[in-house]
């Protein structure tokens, strides 16, 4: 993990040296040196928000990769980059990639209709703060 922490920090560093609002970063299995998904976040059309994103190679499946890549880019950008909120978009049907983001700490919104699609898609979202 602390090796995937170093390089998602790297990629990010120079990702906002030249301000920029968006990337995506591909998810290597170390033991494979095998890209097996991608993972990135960008301004989500017609809102303020941001939306994380991340797709995985079906053959990976189950094996809590999305998960961790999840969790590891929130809590970079939350305590690195000045964002204090996240969302996702999800096909109501694709239970799994619900389970991903309810782990990393997202909560169920709304149902959005979004013009990338053909029917409504569930919004989830998550936000940074402190506690004291």
């Known amino acids: 993990m602390e090796k995937t922490t170093i390089g998602l920090e790297q990629h990010i560093a120079y990702c906002i040296k030249d301000d920029l609002t968006h990337f995506t970063l591909a998810i290597v299995k170390k033991d494979e040196n095998q890209v097996i998904g991608w993972i990135g976040f960008a301004p989500l059309k017609g ?10 190679a079906r053959a990976y499946w189950g094996n809590g990769f999305a998960s961790e890549a999840v969790e590891l880019l929130i809590n970079y950008v939350f305590n690195n980059m000045g964002i204090d909120k996240l969302v996702a978009i999800i096909d109501p049907d694709n239970v799994a990639s619900q389970r991903v983001v309810e782990k990393s700490g997202m909560v ?25």
Do not use: G
Request: glycine share 0%.
């Open 108 to 132: 169920f919104d709304e149902l959005v209709d979004d013009p990338r699609f053909r029917h409504p898609k569930r919004k989830y979202s998550i936000k940074w703060c402190i506690t004291t």
């Open 47 to 56: 809102s303020e928000d941001l939306e994380i994103f991340y797709a995985i």
